[in-house]
């Protein structure tokens, strides 16, 4: 059996210094090496993408880049500038509705897709504590009772995430050869467990949390303090189904 993992927490320092966070990578001096992450998570969108135009040109270049021609060969198919067309791709010109129609038949979409970014609908759900809903899943068979927290059909993003409270109780068995698409996240509520992820084993208490690669067998291994309670969510690409 491997030898079990447990993260421990890090020494932070005060005044700006960066937190040492135990288990990352070190370079050779020693310091912890810190992923640089690509997206800011307090960005704000520039509101112009609420703008028609803006909304517009955004569909406009993705259709070319999707087709793998560039602004002068859609001027030459069009007889439309490449001046003007950087203009509308930019948001920064209201093309009229014949200069719609002539990119759509050179792009060969519906001019109402041009449209499609500034109609979309960007859904939230709220679940208030107690109504999520019960749901049967592989662990289900095992004792495990799987509440689904939301759920958003279609979304912009091309990712579906499925966000579970899960709860384990003296009537669970351990079942640690759970596999399916994307990526999982846990984070432990109540109780004490000893979660397996391929050949690692890492004792999971209250504040504790793991991030995995989904397609390598994992699940609880050693339920060692019940009852166990734990937020798992699970993200795959959309049109990959979980098992």
Do not use: C, W
């Not at 955004?58 to 067309?85: C, N, P, Q, W, Y």
């Not at 920064?92 to 509705?97: E, I, V």
């Not at 095992?142 to 966000?163: D, K, M, R």
């Amino acid at each position: 059996m491997a030898k079990e993992k447990a993260a421990k927490p890090g020494n932070s320092k005060r005044n700006g210094k960066a937190a040492v966070v135990a288990g990352l990578p070190r370079t050779a001096a020693g310091a912890a090496h810190v992923t640089s992450l690509t997206q800011d998570p307090h960005a704000v969108r520039d509101t112009r993408e609420k703008v028609l135009e803006v909304a517009i040109g955004h569909e406009v270049r993705a259709f070319r880049k999707k087709l793998g021609i560039t602004v002068a060969d859609v001027a030459a198919a069009t007889d439309i500038s490449v001046g003007m067309l950087s203009k509308i791709e930019n948001g920064n010109t209201s093309p009229s509705l014949t200069t719609l129609q002539t990119l759509a038949r050179a792009l060969g979409v519906p001019i109402t897709s041009f449209f499609r970014r500034f109609e979309e609908e960007h859904n939230a759900v709220f679940v208030k504590a107690g109504e999520g809903v019960d749901v049967e899943r592989r662990g289900t068979r095992a004792g495990h009772q799987y509440n689904l927290l939301g759920h958003i059909g279609s979304n912009t993003s091309g990712v579906v995430v499925e966000p579970y409270l899960i709860t384990l109780t003296e009537d669970s068995d351990v079942f640690p050869t759970f596999q399916h698409d994307g990526l999982e996240f846990l984070y432990m509520l109540e109780g004490e467990v000893v979660y397996r992820h391929g050949n690692n084993l890492y004792r999971m208490t209250p504040g504790d949390s793991l991030f995995f690669d989904a397609d390598a067998p994992h699940g609880p291994e050693e339920l060692t303090h019940l009852p166990i309670r734990y937020l798992s969510i699970i993200s795959y690409p959309r049109g990959r189904g979980e098992d």
